[in-house]
């Protein structure tokens, strides 16, 4: 199994675009109600038109990331984030909201090992910018 792993791509272990869809969603849905970072995320709800456009740019960062076809529209991740003020607290919480958001949609260890060791590869352009 692990070498059938490392011969698909990321992107089709998550199910191709609409399984990443479905992931992308259900993390941002996730943030919603995580009580660690729902602060950040709630305010979305009420502007429809920004909150489309970070659905979109999730879903298009993971397909992209993931190796998928996808191209991604939005700023880098020190861009988006800027500002922000983000702390490591934060950051495991939106780690946390993935993994359980995979474990949900029962995506493979590996898969979940190499997610990770992208967001982790993301660290230092989103915390404390």
């Known amino acids: 199994m692990e070498n059938d792993a490392k011969q698909t791509s990321l992107y089709e272990r998550l199910?191709?675009?609409?399984?990443?869809?479905?992931?992308?969603?259900?993390?941002?849905?996730?943030?919603?109600?995580?009580?660690?970072?729902?602060?950040?995320?709630?305010?979305?709800?009420?502007?429809?038109?920004?909150?489309?456009?970070?659905r979109k740019h999730v879903i298009e960062f993971f397909i992209?990331?993931?190796?998928?076809?996808?191209?991604?529209?939005?700023?880098?991740?020190?861009?988006?984030?800027?500002?922000?003020?983000?702390?490591?607290?934060?950051?495991?919480?939106?780690?946390d909201d993935v993994m359980s958001v995979l474990d949900k949609n029962n995506i493979d260890e590996q898969s979940k090992k190499d997610v990770l060791a992208i967001l982790y590869s993301l660290k230092d352009q989103m915390i404390g910018v």
């Open 15 to 54: 199910g191709g675009t609409d399984g990443i869809t479905t992931i992308a969603e259900e993390v941002i849905d996730a943030h919603m109600v995580n009580p660690s970072i729902k602060a950040r995320f709630l305010p979305l709800k009420d502007n429809p038109e920004h909150l489309a456009e970070v």
């Open 64 to 95: 992209m990331g993931s190796g998928g076809p996808q191209q991604y529209s939005g700023k880098d991740m020190h861009s988006a984030h800027i500002g922000m003020n983000i702390n490591q607290g934060e950051y495991m919480s939106v780690i």
